[in-house]
């Protein structure tokens, strides 16, 4: 297929292009990196229909949590209004397969662990809130248009390709792995942010999700929609979830240098604890975690922080 990726420049959107060449498909990149915006409704309808393009994997979004919580109108305009436009330019060249990167952020402080895809919805930031009025979107567009599309509920993506060519850089980075990482690297003091969570050592506990079981579940579910499955929405997770205390003694581990840890107040807007049910993917798309141990993802990483420089 010939497949358009918002946001390919980007982490995932960027190893996951890289993945559905590697399965024969063709890519085209759309990317504010390449001057292509998503508020761009023109351009989008014009990529859509030049390319001839047949399915769409939406990455592009803003992510960080707190600055939303600063800035909800950057947020809600890119994240949004943005994926309005996308969804009316496909409308508008029928095209009407669309993969969707949502996050677990939409359930907020869970009612129970693990999350199952039918619990509630309660965002604690307007960056969660944001991917659940996209979802919201979809669902009307497959019922008026017959747009078909899957949401997966990201938890907490991480890691990077096994050669060490493709990894995690944002800036500013705000994940709690490449932070780490870099500072053991750079023998600086890590700020850890909240110690005095309702966990078992006070620190928040995520469900970390190695980013090439990521990518391969976006496949999977590309796969499902060609093969007439219907707009569906799914978590992508392990099941397991670490503490940030227990993230930062496996990086001490790999790299095998100690590292200082000053604790701060709490984010705004960090949920307590996000760990994954993710039977429904498995049971339904056949999905099966092969690199999400703890240990590969951040053994994955260092190699790429290592390899590429980026500390």
């Given amino acids: ?60 979004a803003y992510i960080e949590m707190g600055e939303s919580m600063e800035n909800p109108y950057k947020y809600f305009e890119n994240n949004v209004f943005g994926s309005l436009n996308l969804l009316e330019a496909m409308r508008k060249t029928k095209v009407n397969k669309l993969i969707f990167s949502s996050t677990a952020g939409v359930y907020g402080n869970p009612i129970r662990v693990p999350i199952k895809e039918d619990d509630q919805k309660k965002p604690e930031n307007p960056y969660g809130e944001s991917k659940l009025m996209v979802e919201r979107l979809l669902k009307w567009y497959d019922k008026i248009h017959d747009l078909k599309s899957i949401s997966l509920r990201y938890f907490n993506a991480a890691g990077a390709t096994l050669d060490g ?28 942010f909240g110690d005095d969570y309702p966990t078992a050592d006070g620190t928040c506990i995520r469900d970390y999700i190695h980013v090439l079981d990521l990518a391969e579940a976006h496949i999977l579910g590309l796969k499902a929609l060609n093969q007439g499955h219907k707009t569906d929405v799914f978590n992508v997770g392990t099941g397991i979830g670490y503490s940030n205390k227990q993230v930062i003694e496996m990086v001490k581990k790999v790299i095998k240098i100690d590292l200082m840890v000053k604790v701060k107040p709490r984010r705004i807007g960090d949920a307590n604890e996000l760990v994954a049910d993710s039977g429904k993917l498995q049971n339904t798309l056949g999905w099966k975690p092969e690199y999400s141990d703890l240990k590969t993802i951040i053994e994955s990483a260092y190699k790429w922080h290592s390899k590429s420089g980026q500390f």
């Fill in 1 to 60: 297929m010939k497949i358009l990726v918002t946001g390919g420049k980007g982490y995932i959107g960027a190893i996951t292009a890289k993945e559905l060449v590697n399965q024969g498909h063709k890519v085209v990149i759309y990317d504010k990196k390449n001057n292509q915006k998503i508020q761009d409704g023109e351009l989008l309808e014009k990529t859509l229909k030049d390319e001839k393009i047949e399915a769409v994997m939406h990455f592009a």
């Fill in 165 to 192: 060519t493709l990894g995690e850089n944002h800036e500013p980075e705000s994940h709690l792995i490449p932070n780490v990482i870099k500072a053991v690297i750079k023998r600086q003091e890590f700020k850890l």
